[in-house]
C-alpha cells in the first residue's frame, strides 16, 4: 500500500513499486484529466505538479511520489474559480482537439511558479510539450496573459 | 445550390409530445423526420428541424451530426443556423447528434458530388458503398473529413433550417396577431411588431408555429447582415478542455471495467501462429489473453499492467508475403512503375507529350516523400460492453454512423442492438475515419469475449506502427519554359494517387498539361491525412513550379503571377501573401523566403515561409505568412487557428516525418523518433483572410497544403540545394550562420 497525497486528499493504494504515477491516477484511482500520449517522457501529455514541480508522470512511479503534494488538472481550480493560467487558456481559445492541453497547462503553471514574467525564450525553453494540433501560438499568448493577470 | 435543395431536401413539421413543434429539414423521407423527432424531442421541447430544437424555456438547441476533433465545428454549425434564426447567440447550445439515419449528411453530400464541384473526396462515397454492400440497413454518412462539415452541413443544411424555422414562428406570431407577417421583424429570439408593440420569444411561439407547413427555399441573409457569422465566438468544448473533465475514449471509465492492450503481427499481413499465454497469465491484475487471428490481447485490470504484461509474452508470427518489403524496395517499385506504360490519366489538355518531344530543353525532376504516421494526441481506443444481446460502444470517431454499423457487423448484431456513444476525441486527421476503423473492429472482438466492460488500447507503439498511413510517393515532372519565359508544358507522373481529384491540379494557365499516375504501388495500409494527397501533390507541384522559374530566371512570386492573370482569387491570395511577407524587401541576414500557392477543398491559400540554417546544420522555419481565401469565414478565431495548426501539423511532416519500413515493419515506435515541431521550433505565424464571398471552402486541411513547397523553396533561395526527398532534416546543407 502507498499512501498519496492528491489535489489535496490522502489516498491509499495498492500499486506495485515498477507502476507509474501516471497509471495509479488515470487507471486506479480514475483521475482521468491526466493523459497519456506516449509512455516514454517524450510528450507531456501526462504533466502533473509534484511539490509544484512539473513531471511526467508516465516516467515517475507513484511510490517516489508518498510523501510528496501531487496537483493534477482537477486540482487546478480553487473551488468554482478557475486558475489564472486556466482562464487565460479560455480566453485565448486555446485548446483544439483538447488532448494535450492538460498536460500543457501543469507545465505552464509550473513555469509561472518559477518565472512568473516568462519571455518567450523562457516558454520555448519550458513548454516541450507536444500539440498535434500545433496550438502553440495560443498556448505563448495564453502563458503570456496569464503572466499579466 | 436551388437543384440540391428541390431534389434532395424534404421539408416537415409536426407538434411533438410535450406540447411542442417539429420541423424537419430532412435530406431522407418521412419515416427518417420520424425517426429524428424520437431521438430528438423532448418533453416540454420544441424540435424545429432535425438540426434544431426550441424549448420553451425559449432555449435553442442545435443538433450536429458531425463529430468535434478540435475544428469547432460544433460551435461554427450552430452559429450558421443561429444567424438565420435570428437566435439570442447567449440561448444557444450544442448537442452532438446520435449515431442514427435521421442526422446523416450524405444526402447533401451526395447532392455537391453530383452537381457542384468535383472537390468532394472519394473517401466520402466509399464508406458508403462498402457499408451498403455489406448490410442490409440503408446507409448514411455522419463523416467529419474533407473539410465538409461547414460546406456541406452548415451551408446547405444549417442555414436553411435556420431560415425555414425563423419563417414559421414569424407566421404564428403574424395569425396570432392578426398582423401582417411582413411587419414582424425578429431579434435575440424575439418577435416584435412594432406598431403594435406586440411581442413574444420564440420559446412562447413555437407550439403555435408548429400548426404551419415547413417552407421551401426561404430567401437567407446577406453577408452583411450577419450578427453572429463572421464574429469570433467561444466554442462550446473548450472549457471541459482545460479542467480534465472532457471525457475522451481513452477516459472511458465503467463499474467492472478491464484495459485491453494489443500487439497486432509487427509484418503487415501477418497472422498469429502461437503464443504462450502463461507468463502474461501469471501476472498481477491479468484476467484473460484473447488471440485474435493477426493479434494479441492481454485483458487486465489497469492499462500498465496490461502493457507490463504483454511485454512478457513471445508470439510467434507468420509474417506472410511483406516480410521481406524495405522502404528502398517500395521506392523503387513506384520507380519503376512510372517507367512503364499504361499509367492511368487523371487529366489533360493540350498536348503535353508533342510539347515535351518538340522542345529544345526540357526540365525535369523527380521528388519522393515518405509514409507518415498520423499520429493522434489520443492513440487509437474503443470501450465496449456486450450484454446480452445489446452492444455499447465508446469512443471517438470521424463518422459515428459506420462505427455503428461496423460494430454491428462485427458483433453479428442487428444495428438497431448497437448503441454507439460518442466522445471527446484527441485528434483525427483522418485516423478516424469510417475506412480505418481497425481499433473499433478488433475492440469488438475483444469484447465479445470479455465478461464485462472492456477498453481496448493502442500503445502509442503499437499506433505509430499500425497506421493507415499517409502513402509514399515517388513524381516525375517534366516541364518546358518558352523564351518569354511562359510555361508550355507540364507533365506530371506520380505513384500513387488518391484523392481529393484537385488534388493534382493548379490554375495556372499552361497549354499543354497531364498528370498520369500509376497505382498499386504502397503495400503498406494507407489512407486519408489531413489534406490528403495536397500532402504530396502539393510539395511536388510547388516545388517543380519554383524550378521552372529557376530555368526561366524569373522571381517565383512574379512567374507564378504571370502564370495565374486568369485566376483572380489565386492572384489576389498571393499577392497578398508577397505583400504581408515583404516579399520584394530582402530577408533578414542569414534568412531567405520561399513561395508557394495552392487551391484546396474549396480554400485558396498562398503561404510565404522564411528559413535558415541553424549551425548544426538543420533548418528552422522562423515566420510563415498565409495568405487565405475561404469564399467566407464563419468563426474567425477558429479558422485562424485551423490554418496555424494546419500549417504546423504540414510542417512537422515536412521537416521531421518519416515512417520507414524495414523487414517489413515499421521503424519508428514513438515521439522519441518520430519528432514533431514543438513551442520552440513552431514559427511565428500571421494569417490574413480575403473573404471573396466565393463558396464557403474549408478550414482544417488548407494550412497543410503549401507549407513543404514553401519551405523547400526557401531553402533553395538560401543555399541553392534543391532538396526533392522529405524530410528535409536528412538533407544536408552544410552548417549555416544559426541566424535566429
Ligand atoms: S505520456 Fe508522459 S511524456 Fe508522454
Ligand atoms: S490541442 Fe490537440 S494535441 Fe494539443
Redesign the interface.
Known sequence: MITLTINGKAHSVDA?EA??L??VL???L???????????G??G?CTVLVDGAAVRSCSYPAVLAQGKAIT???G??DGGT?HKV?QA??DA??????????GQ?MAAVALLKEKPQPTDED???A??????????????AAIHAAAKG | MGKVTRRLVIFGGAAVAGGGLLVGYATLPWQTLDRARQIGAREGETLVATWVRIGKDNSVTVIVPHSE???GVHTSLPMMLAEELDADWSLVRMEQAPADMAFANQGLARGFLDDLTGSVPRFLSGPLDFVARKTAEAMNLQTTGGSTSVRFTGVAGMRRTGAAARAMLVKAAAAAWGVDEASITTENSRLVHAASGKSATYGEMAEAAAKFDVPVDVPLKPRKDYKIVGKPI??F????????????G??K?LPGMR?AVIAASPVFGGKLKSVDEKPALAM?GVSQVVKLEDAVVVVA????RA?EALAALSPVWDEGANAGLTSASIIAGMDAALTKDGLSEEYASGDVDAALAGAKKVVEARYVVPYLAH?????MNTTVHLEGDRLSVWGGFQDGLTARVLAAKTAGLPVDNVTLNHT??????GRRLPDYMDYLVRAVKVGLQVKGPVQLVY??EEDMTHGFFRHASVARMRGVVDDKGRVTAFLNTVAERHDPPEAGRFNYAIPNQAMRYASGTNPLPWGAWRSVDHTQLGFFIETFMDELAHAAGQDPHAFRRAHLASAPRHLAVLDLAAEMSGWNTPAPAGRARGISIREAFGTIIAQVAEVSIGADGLPRVHRVWSAVDPGEVINP??FT??I??????GL?AALHGAITVDKGRVVEQ???DYE?????D?P??VVKVIESGAATGGAGEPGTAPIAAAVGNALFALTGVRVRALPFRLARFGAGEGAK
Open positions: 506495485e507502476m507509474p501516471l497509471w488515470r487507471d486506479i480514475n483521475f482521468t484529466g491526466t493523459k497519456y500520449g506516449c509512455g516514454v517524450a510528450c501529455a493534477t488538472i482537477e487546478l481550480a478557475l486556466q487558456w479560455i481559445q486555446a485548446p483544439q482537439c483538447g488532448f494535450c492541453q492538460s497547462i516558454i520555448d525553453a513548454m516541450t510539450n507536444i500539440c498535434r494540433c500545433g496550438a502553440y501560438a495560443e498556448i505563448r | 476533433m478540435g475544428q467561444r466554442r468544448d473548450i472549457p471541459a478542455k482545460v479542467d480534465g473533465s472532457a471525457v475522451y481513452l477516459d471509465r484495459f498481477r485490470d489497469n492499462t500498465w502493457k499520429a493522434p494526441m489520443e492513440v471527446a476525441m484527441g485528434g483525427g486527421f500503445t502509442r478565431a477558429t487557428a485551423q496555424e495548426g494546419g500549417t504546423i501539423f512537422s514513438n515521439f522519441t514533431m515541431v514543438r513551442m520552440a513552431a511565428v505565424q
